[in-house]
């Protein structure tokens, strides 16, 4: 196969900002809130990891509820380590996926957990 001529390649054009544009002040407190936020609900994530990986029957009963499609159960038995956050659970046949999300009513974070069982 043979190509006739140059081939075509882009220009980027690339714009000088306007040096006079003034940014608005920032505002850290929204962001420090949810670093606090997040703070706890890394520890929380330890806590449920903590009593799954500690305790065989309580891993051994998510698992059976969850093959069971008991989703009530799930949430229950998962909800016990958690105190600052509430969860929204899903699994499959290969896994558990929590979303832990902050129980304040600004909520200003969440945090996600796969857990691999197959």
Do not use: C
């Amino acid at each position: 196969m043979v190509i006739h001529g140059n081939p075509t390649y882009w220009t980027p054009v690339f714009r000088q900002q306007n040096s006079n544009h003034q940014y608005p002040e920032v505002q850290p407190q929204a962001f420090q809130t949810s670093a606090s936020q997040m703070a706890r609900l890394i520890e929380e994530a330890g806590r449920l990891t903590t009593s799954i990986f500690d305790s065989e029957s309580h891993a051994r009963a998510i698992m059976g509820a969850a093959q069971k499609n008991d989703h009530k159960t799930v949430v229950s038995l998962l909800d016990q380590s958690l105190d600052f956050s509430v969860s929204s659970v899903t699994y499959t046949p290969t896994g558990l996926k929590v979303q832990l999300n902050a129980k304040e009513e600004m909520e200003r974070g969440s945090l996600t957990l796969q857990y691999i069982w197959e």
